[in-house]
Each structure stands twice: as structure tokens, then as C-alpha cells.
């Protein structure tokens, strides 16, 4: 056994096609070290009989319980009765909140045994924040970490997760943040840090088989590298203003596109290593995030975008994530043709530059991470 513990509170499976960056985090722990727990949450029952379309990014249905994968990973998941979700009515959520304390209460009994003797607790933005007052009196030694990887008012999560993580944002020992959009947030808590997103520098400099060469390539090959905060419209628009480009699109969506043109190929979910040959070997990257308040956190946070960077291809997305230390992306008003056929005018005359140099390796979230002191045990109050 390693020496380090670290402990995990995320949405996310250990295992899965779709690499969130907390996967990237994991990963260089454990290179480093560590001995981590992923505790998977945010799931109940009623993901299980709805058949919750984030199971599409694993090879199985997620098994109940603990799973010791190797010496330095073990993973745990869980069925609540009931997890966080929203109506979309601000009323109701409101009325529903005193039911979602099932979930809290839940995993309030299977927590404390994985978190007594962590040295480091991460707690993922969204359904897990709710758990920080578990974690922070199971691991009072712990240093306790709150990563943001997404703003929880652009997610369509109910108002009550936005509420706590204000409210439990001072157990934590470091408030990691990414966007300064973000960081905005937190700013009245001493602890908040602007750490980056990354890459794996690594696996994205290997060599990697060409997936266009089986076939004549269009005139340019555009790739979306996910679908987190998905314009279905706008990438239609797109394509059928160019149909002599080829728009190919990675990652679960809600159903078939109505009318969807010929050169709009939908490859689903896929492994990591997959869609990355593709945006190596591509023309044109694609942001096409839903065009709403408070998305403008996605230019620095956005794995897609940074991929696409650190490949030097330009990119397209909505005027909102535009922002002057990110050139490449050009962008477009969403529901106005003609704006969208300026945008795509402009990205037709530029190519494939040098790679971002501003593109941190995930190494370095590791580093700041991992660095967090330990609390002295005397500031939190948990109740």
C-alpha cells in the first residue's frame, strides 16, 4: 500500500469513456504516490429505472459498493434513494428541497469509514458539494479541497446547490478555481485559488493513427470533442451553411438531430485516446456551448477548447467565450445566420498554428492541489 491518501467526491466513474479533468487529477496522484478513492455520487434510484444517460460513458452498469481496482485505487458507488435534480421551476425545487436531504443522509453512513484516515479530500462542484460538512467532520485532519470545474448556475442544477456551496464554502481549505469568472464567486473566502485546467501533454504527444485517412477528407474536417452545454441548433446552422465541410461530434446527446444534413456525423460517446486522434488530425475545432449567462467560464475551463489549443487549431464558438488571450477562437451569435456565416468566413482563412504555450500539463493542478496544508483543526464548524 502507497503512502498518501486522498479521497474523491465527484460525479464521475474511475473508469469511463468521457475524461473528466478529476479523472486527470486521479491519475496524477496515484503516478505520484497517492492511494485514492473515488467516491462516485449524485446517482439514485431513479437514475437506475430512467436509465441515467451518463451510463452511456462506461462498458457496464456501475456495480454497487466497493471495488479495489489496484494497490493505488479503490472505488466506491452508491444508489441514494433520491439525488439532487431540478424540476427546471424554481418554486418546486424549492418545495422538493427537504427531500433531497435523503441524499445527504444517505451517504452520511458510508462516508466516514473511506474518509477517517485521508490526508487529502477533493470535493467535485455540483451534487457533491452537499456532502462537504460529512467529509469536513469525518477528515477533520484532512486537508479538504473544493475543485470547480463547472459554475452549478449554468449546469441546470437546482438553486439549493448554488446556496451551499456559499454556504459550507468556508470548510474548505482551498476553494480551486480555474476562471476568474469563478473565482469572482468565492472572492470573500480567503482560500479561494486560481488553479488551471490542463492536458496530458503525454498521451497527447504520442503518435496517433490518422482516422481520416480511411476516406477522401472534405474541405475542412471540424471535430466537437464533447457535448457538455450542447447548441444543437447552432452546430446544424453550421453545417448547412458549409456543406462542403465535414462536422463530426463526439460524446452523448439527447436523442437524434431532426433533419440533421449529411455531413453531420454523430460518433457518440468514445474513449479519450479515440476522440483525440481525431482533433489531432482535424481542421477546426468546435465550442458550440449553449449561448446563456455565466458560460464564459468554459474559455479557460472547457477540456475540449484546451485540447483543441494545444493542437493550434482554430476554433468556433459563441461571442460569449470570446476573449483576447484566446485568439484562435472566432466567434458567432447564436440564431443569426449571418453572423455565424461571418464567423465561419473568417475561419476559413486561417489554418493550423503552433500549440498554445499557455496550455498547462495536469501535472501542475496536481502540484497545487496536493500542496494544500493541512487545517489545524479548530476553524470549521460543520453543523
Known amino acids: 500500500m502507497t503512502g498518501k491518501r486522498a479521497v474523491i467526491l465527484t460525479g464521475h466513474f474511475p473508469v469511463q469513456k468521457r475524461r473528466g479533468s478529476i479523472l486527470w487529477l486521479s491519475d496524477n496522484l496515484r503516478d505520484n504516490g497517492w492511494h485514492v478513492t473515488i467516491i462516485t455520487v449524485g446517482y439514485s434510484w431513479v437514475s437506475k429505472l430512467r436509465g441515467d444517460k451518463r451510463f452511456q460513458s462506461l462498458e457496464a452498469p456501475p456495480l454497487p459498493g466497493e471495488t479495489r481496482h489496484d494497490e493505488t485505487l479503490t472505488a466506491v458507488f452508491g444508489y441514494a434513494p433520491l439525488h439532487p435534480f431540478s424540476l427546471r421551476k424554481?418554486?418546486?425545487?424549492?418545495?422538493l428541497e427537504p427531500l433531497h436531504r435523503i441524499f445527504p443522509a444517505y451517504w452520511r453512513r458510508r462516508l466516514p469509514k473511506y474518509l477517517a484516515d485521508a490526508?487529502?479530500?477533493v470535493v467535485e462542484s455540483g451534487q457533491p458539494v452537499m456532502l462537504a460538512p460529512i467529509a469536513r467532520a469525518a477528515a477533520p485532519g484532512a486537508a479538504m479541497v473544493y475543485r470547480v470545474n463547472d459554475d452549478v448556475t449554468v449546469l441546470g442544477l437546482p438553486n439549493f446547490i448554488s446556496l451551499a456551496e456559499m454556504r459550507y464554502a468556508s470548510l474548505f481549505d482551498r476553494i480551486s478555481v480555474a476562471s476568474p469568472h469563478l473565482a469572482r464567486r468565492f472572492e470573500r473566502f480567503g482560500t479561494v485559488a486560481r488553479d488551471p485546467m490542463g492536458v496530458s501533454k503525454a498521451l497527447l504527444d504520442r503518435d496517433m493513427p490518422d482516422p481520416f485517412a480511411g476516406?477522401?477528407?472534405?474541405?475542412r474536417e471540424a471535430v466537437c470533442a464533447g457535448t457538455t452545454q450542447?447548441?444543437?441548433?447552432?452546430v446544424l446552422a453550421i453545417a448547412r451553411l458549409r456543406p462542403d465541410w465535414r462536422f463530426h461530434i463526439f460524446g452523448r446527446l439527447r436523442g437524434d438531430a431532426i433533419d440533421k444534413p449529411g455531413n453531420l456525423v454523430l460518433h457518440g460517446e468514445r474513449?479519450?485516446?479515440e476522440t483525440a486522434a481525431w482533433v489531432r488530425h482535424a481542421d477546426i475545432g468546435l465550442a458550440p456551448y449553449l449561448d446563456k449567462p455565466g458560460v464564459?467560464?468554459?474559455?479557460?475551463n472547457s477540456n475540449r477548447m484546451l485540447m483543441y489549443r494545444y493542437f493550434g487549431l482554430p476554433m468556433i464558438g459563441p461571442e460569449r467565450l470570446c476573449d483576447p488571450e484566446v485568439p484562435s477562437l472566432v466567434g458567432y451569435r447564436p440564431g443569426s445566420e449571418p453572423s455565424i456565416r461571418a464567423a465561419l468566413d473568417r475561419l476559413e482563412g486561417?489554418?493550423?498554428?503552433?500549440?498554445?504555450?499557455s496550455v498547462q500539463d495536469w501535472s501542475v493542478l496536481y502540484e497545487r492541489i496536493a500542496a494544500t496544508p493541512k487545517p489545524d483543526g479548530t476553524r470549521y464548524n460543520t453543523a
Do not use: I, K, N
Request: proline letters at 17%.
Open 215 to 219: 476516406a477522401p477528407r472534405a474541405t
Open 350 to 357: 486561417m489554418g493550423r498554428g503552433p500549440s498554445d504555450p
Open 230 to 234: 450542447f447548441d444543437m441548433p447552432s
Open 119 to 121: 490526508d487529502l479530500v
Open 271 to 273: 474513449p479519450f485516446e
Open 296 to 300: 464564459e467560464y468554459q474559455t479557460v
Open 90 to 95: 424554481p418554486a418546486l425545487d424549492a418545495l
